[in-house]
């Protein structure tokens, strides 16, 4: 009797020993589960950079598991390089043992409104922002806020801030009643309407906008290589930033030449 007791109890003791939810747990997991940490990263910006640590660790949206606990550092950049609409973020998380952080970024620091035809006025609510195109900050887009494109002889848009997404809003505006221009008008008389002069104005006036815009551009981007030739000593990004900084000044030089010959068309009128 006692030897059959005996026997059942061996048994029983290697048919639990044997199974695998009966198994006893890794102390490496056990130990992985305790000091490790988890977070996750989003932006307001599709597919951002991400960099933990300076080591690059993916696109936005990013769950990176198994952080060791401590301090981190995170650097986000907009996903093309090229892009003076977003700016580069940093920041510093600390991670406890077992925890789950969720950090969400706004990269996007302008939107550039642009209307066809050019030249429409652009309203937040009631109050007048500039004229297209035009370059608006994100943080003048609260909640609850309207944006507004008005121009004479078209329909106005509004939109609500709220729905702009991503860099760049351009939109159509609808033909509507236009209003006879006076025959005094000093800026519009009743020459043809690809007159030397009319075209030497659209010209001359493109080119200055563009030439503006180009030059905002690359001076925003030699700055940017100086900022990183600072962090790294890459004296790769030294001559970048000398080439960069000369296109601006040229662009800048046209963007001088463009106003003066609008100004003289104009004047002599």
Known sequence: MILKAALITVVIMVFSFGQPGMAAPDPADSLSAHTGGRIELFADVDSALVFIDTTYAGRTPLVADSLPAGRHLIRILPPHAESWFSGAIDDTVVVNPGETLSRRYGLRQ??????????????????????????????????G???????????PLAVVTADLKGSIFQTALKAGWQ???????????????????????????GTAVLAGIAAAYLKISADDRQAAYQETGNPALLTQRQRLD??????????????AVFSYLLITE
């Open 110 to 143: 302008y939107i550039a409104v642009q209307s066809h035809p050019s030249g429409a006025s652009v309203y937040l609510n009631d109050s007048l922002a500039g004229e297209t195109p035009f370059l608006l900050r994100t943080s003048l887009l609260r909640s």
């Open 145 to 155: 806020r309207q944006l507004s494109l008005k121009k004479d002889g078209f329909e």
């Open 179 to 205: 209003q006879p221009l006076p025959d005094d008008s000093p800026y519009f008389t009743s020459e043809p309407k690809w007159s030397s002069r009319r075209v030497g104005l659209y010209v001359s006036g």
């Open 246 to 259: 000369t296109w601006a000044g040229v662009s800048f030089a046209l963007t001088q030449v463009g106003l």
